[in-house]
């Protein structure tokens, strides 16, 4: 059995659906189904019950769906070791915010210590896009904020931030102990570039739809709010602000989920490692 064909029957035996599985690994319909076809052939055995809806797994499949899973995570962790042993392997992280979070810190050092060998490019992004590039193929993994079209994305929850309001020291809202949002309603909000993935837009405008200056960056926002008396919003993370600005807490405000995030059907496993080592150390705090 070739590495390539369980791949194609591990896609096919996860979607349940041949067209869903030739999407998935960006092939046509045909040769796959050929594939999974003569797989059959060769371990004697049917292994999916066929369907006009699609298809379900039978005794027989659902055996070679946990030994494939195990035999191609082997083989990328043995191709990922040989890599690192001869100096080659790379990953490419985007991080979107600010890398002084000491979720990032104790990430960083934990990989170093599990991967010594293998060299990390960070990929630092501002706001316009919150998979830090992965859709464009630019890094292999994100480390950012939900939420966001996740279409064919894998991600996985590390830590939630509550939010709060951005304010100038002396606007009347920043002497509240606490505001909701329609006590910013007639305020002004920033607002991301056209073309920026619209549920994070709508995220951070509260739901709703606002006017006001366009930013792309941190420091672009506080400037705005700084300047014009922007409402900006921010992760409650106790880092120091520019003088004159303070952040207020968002009763009904749904906390920010810090994520690690990468394209599902990725098999490498240093982008594996990587989630669950973030994991880990964003659990610590």
């Not at 366009?214 to 409650?236: F, Y």
């Amino acid at each position: 059995m070739e590495l390539r064909t369980l791949r194609y029957f591990v896609a096919v035996a996860e979607e349940l659906h041949f067209g869903r599985a030739a999407t998935r690994l960006h092939m046509s319909q045909p040769p796959l189904s050929r594939a999974v076809k003569q797989l059959e052939k060769e371990s004697g055995a049917l292994l999916f019950v066929r369907s006009p809806a699609g298809v379900t797994l039978t005794p027989a499949g659902a055996v070679l769906l946990d030994e494939a899973r195990d035999l191609l995570d082997r083989a990328e962790r043995l191709r990922a070791r040989v890599a690192a042993a001869a100096g080659g392997a790379t990953l490419t992280v985007g991080i979107l915010g600010d890398g002084s979070d000491p979720g990032v810190t104790r990430l960083a050092a934990a990989f170093r210590r599990g991967h010594p060998g293998v060299e990390i490019r960070v990929r630092d992004t501002d706001l316009t896009d919150p998979t830090c590039g992965l859709r464009a193929a630019l890094v292999d993994v994100a480390l950012t904020r939900a939420p966001f079209d996740d279409t064919a994305l894998a991600v996985r929850v590390l830590r939630a931030d509550p939010v709060g309001a951005v304010l100038r020291a002396d606007d009347p809202l920043a002497r509240r102990g606490r505001l909701e949002l329609a006590d910013l309603a007639d305020r002004r909000w920033f607002q991301f570039p056209p073309g920026t993935d619209p549920r994070w837009q709508s995220y951070w405008n509260g739901g709703t739809p606002r006017e006001g200056p366009v930013v792309r960056g941190v420091q672009e926002c506080l400037q705005a709010v700084l300047w014009n008396s922007t409402v900006g919003l921010a992760p409650l993370l106790g880092h120091d602000l520019p003088e004159n600005l303070t952040t207020v807490p968002l009763a009904d405000m749904a906390p920010s989920p810090v994520v690690a995030v990468w394209n599902d059907g990725d098999t490498n496993p240093l982008v594996r490692s990587f989630a669950e080592i973030a994991t880990a150390a964003y659990r610590q705090a």
